[in-house]
C-alpha cells in the first residue's frame, strides 16, 4: 500500500445520505445481457501511461479548422445508420397530412439536408447520471416499451452525437464503456457487478466486496497502487486520480473498475466502428492552476474518442487522444522524441469531466460516517498536502497544447494543462461542441439535471450561461438562441415541462459566415412520478430510490407515455424536422405549427420573484423521495461561492 499518495479520498461526496423510498413499479424487464468492454488496451496493462512506438507518421495536433478526418468519415457511416430509425421514429409519430418516410429518404440522398439529432446531459452528480439515464432509457428503442404509443423509443438510435458533462458524463460513459450498453442493463446489473449499485456508498467500496473495513480498506489500497502505477512512471497525479478511480467501479463493467480501459478504445469496438452508436462528447473546463476563477472566457475542452481539444479561438486545436500523453511542443512530437499511450484512462477523463468533486472531497472527507478511522485519517493527511499544492484540479502533462498559439493560448507556456469540471462555467449542459457550426447540428435535446435553486430544481442557468457567452469574443460569432432570465422561467413554468428555443430562423439575423444555430429541446427535471431534486452531493442511493428517479427521468422524457401531453412524441418529431424543412424550403406541417404555438418560448418576460419554487407531482401522487434539500439546501452556485471558488459570467 502506497500512502504518500493521495486518496481523493473519495471519502466524501457530503455526508448526506438520501433515504429510502418503498420501490413502485417499473416497466423494464430484467435483462444481465450487457458485455464487458470498451478494451483494456492501456499499454501498460494498469493505470498508468506507457511509452510505446510511434506510428509510421507521428501524431501532431491538429488545426481546429473543421472536423477531424476520422471523425468525417465515421459521420458518413453514422448518419445513414441513422435514417431507418429516423423514419421508424416519424411514422410512429404520425404528424397528419406528412410523408415522413418519403421525406427523409429523399433527404438520405443528400446527407447535408438530413435532420442531424444531438442529445446532451447536464451534470449535477448522480442526480443528473439517473436523470438523464431516464431520458436516454426514453429515447432507445432497446428499451421495452420506448416504441409504444407516446415513448420516443428510437431518438438515441437517431441521434448522432451524445454530449455529458460531470454526472452526465458518468451517464454517457457507462453506456458507451459497456458495449453502448442500456440503462436498463446497467440499472439492472449482472452477477458480480458493481456497476450502479449506488447503495453502496463510492467512499466504502464496491457492493460485491463487501463492507467491513478489512475490504474498504482492501479498496482504497487498490486504488492509492493504480494511481502509484502512475506516478512511478513519471506522471504527475492529482486528487482527480483517485477519484476517477474510485467512480469507475461503478461505472464500468471490469474487474477493478477497468484501471487499463481507456476512452480512446471506444473507437476500437466494433458498435462505434461501424457507427451504430451516436458519438460521444465529454467536456472539461480550461483553467490556469493557481487561479480559483472559471469564466465564460475559459477554453471549453472536449474528449471525444478520436480527439481532445477545442474549438475555442483561445486554443484552436486537436490532439489524438489516444496519443495524449505523448510530449508535443509547438504542435509536434519531436524527430527523437517518444509516443505515449494510455493517458487517456476512461476514469480520468470521466473525472475530469466531474472534478467539482474534488472540492468536497478536500472539505468534508472526515465528516463521511462509516469510513474506516485509519483509513479516513490517512486520506485526510495526504489531501492536506495536496490542497497545499494546488493539486484540486486534472492536470494532464505534459501539456499537449504546450508553446501552441502561444499569442492566444493562456495555457501555452505551462508544461501542464489544469482541467475542471466543465460546469464551473456555469454551462453545465455540454452545448459548446454541439453548437460549433462544423457539427452542423440541427436540434439539441438538453436534458438539464441542475441544481440552481435552492431545493435543487433547473431554472436553465446553463442555458443563459451558453447564450451569455455567444455574445463574447470567445464564440467566434457561433449563435445561440436567446433565452429569459431565472424567474421567467419558473414564473411562466419552462422549468417543469419541456420548451423549445430558436424556433424561427427568421429571427436570427446572420453575418458572413455565420450559420443558425441548433433549435434547443430544454427538458428539465422535474417532479413527474418522483421527487428527483436530491442533493448533487448525495453519495448513495438505495435501489429504489435510483430506480424511481430513473423512472421520473422517464416520464419527464415522455411527458409520461404522453399522460401529460398526447401529442408530445408528435412535437418531438416536429423538432426533429424544423431545420431540415428550412433548409428545404417546405412549410412545417400545420400539426407541427401547432406543437411550436405551444412548446416554444415566444419571448414573453415575468422578471418578478414570486418566491420559492416548490414543485408537486405533475403526474399522480408520484413517489417521495427525500431530496436532502431541506437539510442541506445547496445549490450549485451557492456551493462554488461556500468553497470560494468563483464562477462569473465575464472575466
Not at 472559471?294 to 472536449?302: G, H, I, K, M, S
Not at 524527430?335 to 469531466?353: I, P, Q, W
Not at 443558425?516 to 448513495?540: D, G, K
Amino acid at each position: 500500500m502506497h500512502l504518500p499518495l493521495a486518496i481523493p479520498a473519495a471519502a466524501a461526496l457530503l455526508n448526506i445520505l438520501a433515504a429510502s423510498a418503498e420501490p413502485i413499479p417499473l416497466p423494464f424487464p430484467h435483462d444481465v445481457s450487457v458485455d464487458r468492454r470498451a478494451l483494456p488496451n492501456a499499454p501498460s496493462g494498469g493505470y498508468a501511461p506507457a511509452v510505446v512506438p510511434c506510428p509510421a507518421t507521428k501524431p501532431t495536433v491538429r488545426g481546429a479548422t473543421g472536423l477531424s478526418p476520422n471523425e468525417t468519415s465515421w459521420l458518413a457511416l453514422r448518419r445513414k445508420e441513422t435514417v431507418e430509425p429516423m423514419i421508424d421514429f416519424l411514422k410512429r409519430a404520425a404528424i397528419p397530412g406528412f410523408d415522413a418516410e418519403a421525406y427523409i429518404r429523399a433527404a438520405a440522398s443528400n446527407i447535408s439536408a438530413l435532420p442531424n439529432i444531438a442529445i446532451a446531459a447536464s451534470g449535477g452528480g448522480y442526480r443528473a447520471l439517473m436523470n438523464g439515464g431516464g431520458f436516454v432509457a426514453a429515447a432507445d428503442s432497446r428499451t421495452p416499451g420506448s416504441t409504444s404509443k407516446g415513448g420516443i423509443g428510437g431518438l438515441l438510435q437517431s441521434s448522432t452525437y451524445l454530449a455529458g458533462l460531470s454526472g452526465g458524463g458518468w451517464m454517457v460513459g457507462s453506456v458507451m464503456l459497456n458495449n453502448f450498453s442500456t440503462i436498463v442493463q446497467l440499472r439492472d446489473g449482472f452477477e458480480g457487478s458493481s456497476v450502479y449499485q449506488f447503495s453502496s456508498s463510492i467512499f466504502r467500496g464496491p457492493k460485491e466486496r463487501g463492507l467491513s473495513v478489512l475490504n474498504t480498506a482492501s479498496y482504497w489500497d487498490d486504488i492509492i497502487d493504480q494511481v502509484q502505477e502512475k506516478r512511478d512512471a513519471g506522471y504527475n497525479t492529482s486528487l482527480t486520480d483517485f477519484w476517477g478511480r474510485a467512480l469507475s467501479y461503478q461505472l464500468i463493467n471490469a474487474p477493478l473498475g477497468g484501471p487499463s480501459y481507456t476512452f480512446s478504445s471506444i473507437a476500437l469496438t466494433d458498435e462505434f466502428a461501424k457507427a451504430k452508436t451516436p458519438f460521444p462528447i465529454l467536456v472539461a473546463d480550461g483553467r490556469l492552476r493557481d487561479d480559483s476563477v472559471v469564466t465564460l472566457n475559459a477554453t471549453v475542452y472536449e474528449f471525444n474518442p478520436f480527439e481532445m481539444g477545442s474549438f475555442d479561438p483561445t486554443v484552436r486545436g486537436f490532439v489524438p487522444t489516444e496519443y495524449i500523453g505523448s510530449n508535443f511542443s509547438n504542435g509536434a512530437i519531436s524527430n527523437d522524441g517518444k509516443c505515449v499511450r494510455g493517458l487517456d484512462s476512461a476514469s480520468f477523463v470521466m473525472g475530469t469531466s466531474s472534478s467539482l468533486f474534488n472540492i468536497f472531497i478536500l472539505q468534508n472527507i472526515s465528516a463521511v460516517d462509516n469510513i474506516p478511522g485509519f483509513v479516513a485519517d490517512t486520506i485526510v493527511s495526504i489531501l492536506t498536502d495536496i490542497d497545499d499544492g494546488h493539486n484540486d484540479v486534472a492536470q494532464w502533462t505534459p501539456n499537449p497544447f504546450y508553446n501552441y498559439n502561444p499569442s492566444t493560448n493562456p495555457t501555452a507556456s505551462t508544461t501542464e494543462l489544469s482541467l475542471v469540471d466543465g460546469g464551473l462555467d456555469l454551462q453545465n449542459i455540454p452545448l459548446t461542441p454541439l453548437i460549433s457550426p462544423y457539427r452542423a447540428v440541427d436540434v439539441i435535446f438538453a436534458i438539464d439535471s441542475s441544481a440552481d435553486t435552492p431545493q435543487n430544481w433547473p431554472n436553465a442557468t446553463a442555458l443563459r450561461a451558453t447564450y451569455d457567452r455567444s455574445l463574447l469574443p470567445i464564440a467566434n460569432g457561433t449563435l445561440f438562441p436567446p433565452v429569459p432570465d431565472a424567474h421567467t422561467f419558473v414564473n411562466l413554468g419552462l422549468n417543469s415541462q419541456p420548451t423549445f428555443f430558436g424556433c424561427s430562423p427568421s429571427n436570427f439575423t446572420l453575418l458572413p459566415g455565420q450559420t443558425l444555430p441548433p433549435l434547443i429541446v430544454y427538458v428539465p427535471n422535474a417532479p413527474y412520478t418522483a421527487m428527483s431534486n436530491v442533493s448533487t452531493f448525495t453519495s448513495t442511493y438505495s435501489d429504489s430510490q435510483r430506480n424511481d428517479i430513473i423512472r421520473n427521468g422517464y416520464d419527464v422524457a415522455t411527458q409520461g407515455n404522453g399522460t401529460f401531453d398526447s401529442e408530445w412524441q408528435m412535437c418531438v418529431a416536429c423538432a426533429i424536422l424544423s431545420r431540415s424543412l428550412h433548409r428545404a424550403g417546405t412549410p412545417a406541417p400545420s400539426a407541427c405549427e401547432s406543437c411550436f404555438s405551444r412548446y416554444c418560448w415566444n419571448g414573453t418576460i415575468d422578471s418578478e420573484d414570486k418566491g420559492p419554487y416548490l414543485p408537486t407531482f405533475k403526474i399522480g401522487n408520484g413517489t417521495t423521495v427525500d431530496s436532502g434539500a431541506g437539510r442541506v439546501g445547496l445549490s450549485f452556485v451557492s456551493v462554488l461561492a461556500a468553497l470560494g471558488v468563483a464562477a462569473v459570467l465575464v472575466g
